[in-house]
């Protein structure tokens, strides 16, 4: 079940503080599930970092380079649920 991010706030070092649709909130340090490579690479930089936002139409965070992360695993992380696993049945395209 997809969960919207509604709110996002950084703290401390990589940590943010996210709200999502229905009222769960959260912590978590970022630093466990950003590889700081790539489009993440400058996020290093905590002042880049700090930019961070909430898109109004993926309804995740990301920051104004172009990164985003998949709602779906931080709302795993934030509740401690398994991230959903999605099948395709035979005939439906």
Do not use: Q
């Not at 959260?26 to 996020?43: M, R, T």
């Amino acid at each position: 079940m997809l969960k919207d991010i509604v709110e996002a706030t950084a703290l401390e070092g990589c940590h943010v503080r996210l709200r999502f649709e229905g009222g769960v909130v959260g912590e978590l340090d970022l630093s466990a599930v950003i590889k700081f490579e790539g489009v993440f690479a400058p996020l290093k930089n905590l002042d880049r970092f700090r930019e961070l936002g909430v898109h109004p139409d993926l309804g995740t965070i990301y920051w104004p380079n172009g990164a985003d992360l998949d709602p779906t695993v931080l709302y795993a992380r934030v509740t401690g649920r398994p991230i959903p696993t999605y099948e395709i049945k035979a005939g439906s395209h």
